[in-house]
């Protein structure tokens, strides 16, 4: 009867998920994926589910890609999901950049600058050719410095005249919407906090639409840079700051134009991008959207999707967008069946007879 | 299951869902921000309603979960093996048995009672998001019970179409006091709010807000003094029991147009089926 086949049923869900598992497996002959293959020659997928599953572990962020089949969207949800779960027990001193351990920096806006102007291993000047040759071992790079030294940034470098905005400190904790709800107006610790785990593609979409003239800025890379840091925290006990690792990030301060306003001399102001791992898009992208949705406190129109804060905060999560707009899977014939009745009365009463 | 707390949640989680819970319960209608997690499920597929259930879920508790009305369908299926598993408490089908409810977009057809709870799963807690977009704008909607535009687009829906065109997710008046979004149930089910003898709690959690209808709580469904609310259902009785007075699914039967009605309700159904057996 057609009513058992509409309505679903756990044996129909315990056949999908063997199926799934079957799938994901592939051919047995294959080996299976070690997470060390997933850590180390997927690194920026690895990187990727870390900053939107939003917790710093490599074999973690693996093991959810392996479980996912390579989808990262799906990857970093099962790293939240996990997330959520585990007990804090502290929070770390804030990283300091400035001693970032650099592998990469450049900066676009001067041709050399103190530290120099470091490539490191970038995709940035490769030819996107398909490489046809399985090759087995490179040889070792040459030029890797042994012991990387700290770089200081171009804000401060340039700060001195006044020409650039200094770093904000508004002396308020930053907020955490992992255990407070979002709330508009939204400071910018928590706009930072939500793009920062935001979805990679659609800040991208929306860092490229300032560029097109929607919230232009005219933007300028002051200062990338992709390295290692200190994770520093304050045991209580203790009362001093230990060192308990180090995590990569990626950092972009983007120097945007300003006109000035009526308290403000005119000056370049920065949007800012940080983000887990190697991960330039992202960090570029998110400081070009920090920056656009800075036009309210520097009092610029505010007239474009990028500037909007309540827009960008409340869509920018890949997780609930991909849960919501997936559930319409999910059986609506309850609503439906209201909606064809409702459309028969309105026919009816319209009087055509038809 | 190893290594999770009862119903999943930590204890802190579930203590600042409950403080959540009773400021809703305390101002009926209105939607309180809460800082939801992400749960296993996918948001959408019911996340706040399982926050909201594992928070006031105990060990003795009987859980019925239906989706559509049945208990049989696919997310149904998964949430109650969600709570079979992590909090192994008893599950049911039968809606007298059970102690709490946890649905998405009906509500059973047999009255509860006042020692019963009822979950609803809340895609959009907003009811004037179409309306008015901005949730910073919406919220000082709702202080200051500024509720014209919805009346507006009530007033419009009746010159244009004859009657209100909204047929699931139909707003309500909670208390006289706050607009609500009963959920995309059908407005078949919004009279079944009024005076319920069971606590009615609401969880978006996507959207990271809760609300609550008390027992006994007033619950009108928005309407005119000419325009009276009315419900809609298929002008037709089940195929299965007879039921002449319970929402009805329209189940396909062919390519020729033909149809048959059935309950929604599979347990109503089901039992009627029995009794008259």
Redesign the interface.
């Known amino acids: 009867m057609a009513y058992v086949a509409v309505k679903g049923g756990e044996r129909a869900i315990d056949n999908a998920h063997a199926w799934l598992a079957e799938s994901r497996r592939g051919n047995l002959d294959n080996p299976l994926l070690s997470l060390e293959q997933i850590e180390q020659q997927l690194g920026r997928a690895v990187d990727r589910v870390m900053a939107e599953g939003s917790v710093y572990d490599r074999e973690l962020a693996a093991r959810a890609i392996r479980q996912a089949q390579g989808d990262l969207i799906e990857a970093a949800f099962l790293l939240r999901a996990y997330r959520t779960t585990l007990p804090r027990f502290a929070a770390t001193e804030p990283v300091e950049t400035a001693t970032m351990q650099c592998r990469r920096r450049i900066s676009a806006i001067f041709k050399d600058l103190p530290g120099g102007q470091r490539l490191g291993p970038t995709y940035d000047y490769t030819h996107r050719l398909l490489d046809f040759s399985d090759d087995p071992a490179p040889p070792p790079a040459p030029g890797v410095p042994a012991e990387p030294t700290p770089i200081p940034p171009v804000h401060v470098i340039m700060g001195r005249e006044g020409l650039l905005e200094p770093d904000p400190h508004t002396g308020k904790p930053p907020a955490d919407l992992t255990r407070e709800p979002l709330a508009f107006p939204a400071d910018r610790s928590s706009r930072l906090q939500a793009i920062a785990r935001g979805d990679e593609g659609f800040l991208m979409g929306l860092g490229y639409s300032t560029q097109r003239g929607y919230a232009s800025s005219h933007p300028f890379v002051g200062e990338l840079r992709v390295g290692e840091v200190a994770v520093e925290m304050t045991p209580p006990e203790l009362g001093f700051a230990i060192n308990i690792g180090e995590i990569t990030l990626t950092e972009c301060q983007m120097v945007t134009q300003f006109r000035g306003s009526r308290s403000e001399k005119p000056q370049f102001t920065r949007g800012y991008g940080l983000a887990f791992g190697h991960n330039e898009r992202r960090a570029m992208a998110m400081s070009l959207v920090d920056r656009a949705m800075r036009a309210e406190e520097l009092d610029e129109p505010v007239s474009a999707p990028a500037q909007n804060v309540e827009f960008v905060l409340s869509h920018c999560d890949n997780i609930e967008a991909t849960g919501f707009v997936e559930h319409l899977k999910l059986p609506h014939y309850v609503d439906f069946q209201s909606e064809l009745e409702i459309l028969r009365r309105i026919r009816t009463e319209a009087g055509d007879g038809a | 299951m190893n290594g ?2 009862f119903a ?3 204890e802190q989680t579930k203590r600042m869902v409950r403080r959540a819970i009773l400021k809703a319960v305390a101002i009926p209608g209105h939607q309180v ?8 499920l ?4 019911g ?1 706040g309603g399982i926050q909201v259930t594992a928070s006031v879920l105990g060990a003795s508790d009987v859980l019925k979960v239906i ?4 208990d ?4 149904a ?2 949430i109650r ?1 969600f709570f079979a598993r992590t909090a192994g408490v008893r599950t049911t089908t039968h809606t007298a048995e059970a102690t709490l409810i946890q649905t ?3 509500i059973p057809e047999q009255a509860l009672r006042e020692d019963q709870i009822i979950v609803y799963q809340v ?1 959009a807690p907003e009811p004037l998001a179409n309306l008015e977009p ?3 704008e919406t919220r000082q909607m709702h202080a200051l019970a500024e509720y014209g535009a919805m009346h507006v687009k009530l007033y419009e829906d009746i010159t244009r ?3 209100v ?1 909204i ?3 139909y707003p309500v008046m909670v208390n006289h006091r706050y607009l609500m979004s009963p959920s ?5 089910d919004n009279p079944k709010m009024h005076m319920m003898p069971a606590l009615q709690l609401f969880g978006a959690g ?1 959207e ?1 807000r809760i609300y609550a209808v008390p027992p006994y709580t007033h619950v009108r469904s928005l309407d005119f003094a000419d325009h009276p609310f009315r419900p ?3 002008p037709a009785m089940c195929a299965l029991c007879g039921a002449g007075n319970s ?7 062919d390519d020729l147009g033909g149809r048959r009605f ?1 309950c ?1 309700d ?1 347990d109503h159904c089901a039992t009627r089926q029995a009794e008259t057996a």
């Not at chain 2, 921000?33 to 296993?40: D, L, N, T, V």
């Not at chain 2, 049989?72 to 997310?75: A, G, L, P, Q």
Request: with cysteine.
């Open positions: 999770y707390n999943y949640l930590d921000p809460f800082a939801g997690r992400e749960m296993p996918p948001y959408g597929w996340t989706d559509q009305g049945a049989d369908t696919t997310n299926v998964s093996r998405r977009h009906r895609p901005r949730r910073a179409f004859g009657h065109s047929s699931y997710d995309p149930i059908p407005a078949f996507r990271k809609t259902c298929a929402y009805l699914d329209e189940v396909v039967t059935v929604s599979t």
